[in-house]
């Protein structure tokens, strides 16, 4: 069965500073792998996904994430975050065709001034 | 280019009741996933939706059901509802890159 784990629950960072939230996975197959952004209240937004290629994959709102297979990871960075990067982070995984995706328990994030 | 949408986005209801749920889909979207999120966790997978059958299920009682129309649109329904079944429950709509995600409903159950 696959699994994710956010093994991060709170993470607090000063503006400015970088970032990195982690993911560890467990899947049978070729897994595709998906970073997503909740604010409070709010559904989730798709930051940046993985399918083939490529392990370091470029998202939105200057997020980036590297594919490490002999890992099982697929960590979560920006070089230097902003007060509006405030929320919630979930990795997901799935693969092509089943498109069901299994969510980690998510990493809240805090920035401080 | 409307994305998901949901309907209400918010409801109380008395244990015990029944609930639907909507789902519009994202614009030529036709396979439509209810998620379910409870307070501080992940999404959990409920079912998926495609050409108007469920096609997958994740490890949900038969009190929830679910439905879609030919205009891809859907509904969800809980019947018996529990304390438990508070949550946010999120719509995404597919095929794509990732799914697409509606801003979802919140349910409170009293």
């Known amino acids: 069965a696959q699994s994710v784990t956010q093994p991060d629950i709170h993470i607090t960072v000063s503006e400015g500073a970088s970032l990195e939230l982690r993911c560890n996975y467990s899947y049978g197959a070729t897994p595709y792998l998906f970073w997503y952004v909740q604010s409070p209240g709010q559904g989730l937004q798709l930051l940046l996904k993985y399918f083939s290629g490529d392990t370091l994959v470029q998202g939105i709102k200057g997020f980036e994430a590297e594919f490490k297979r002999s890992q099982s990871s697929f960590n979560l960075r920006k070089p230097s975050v902003h007060w509006s990067d405030a929320a919630e982070y979930f990795c997901?995984?799935?693969?092509?065709?089943?498109?069901?995706?299994?969510f980690g328990t998510g990493t809240r994030l805090t920035i401080i001034p | 280019d409307a994305g998901v949408t949901q309907s209400p986005t918010h409801l109380i209801k008395t244990r015990g009741q029944q609930v639907t749920l909507r789902c519009s889909p994202k614009s030529g979207h036709d396979t439509v996933s209810w998620y379910q999120q409870a307070l501080g966790q992940g999404p959990q997978f409920i079912f998926q939706y495609y050409e108007e059958e469920e096609r997958q299920r994740g490890n949900f009682p038969d009190r929830f059901s679910g439905h879609q129309f030919p205009n891809y649109s859907s509904e969800l329904n809980v019947n018996a509802l529990l304390l438990g079944d508070s949550a946010l429950y999120l719509c995404?709509?597919?095929?794509?890159?990732?799914?697409?995600f509606g801003s979802g409903t919140r349910l409170t159950v009293v």
């Open positions: 997901a995984v799935g693969n092509f065709g089943n498109e069901k995706l299994t």
């Open positions: 995404a709509s597919s095929p794509g890159a990732g799914y697409t």
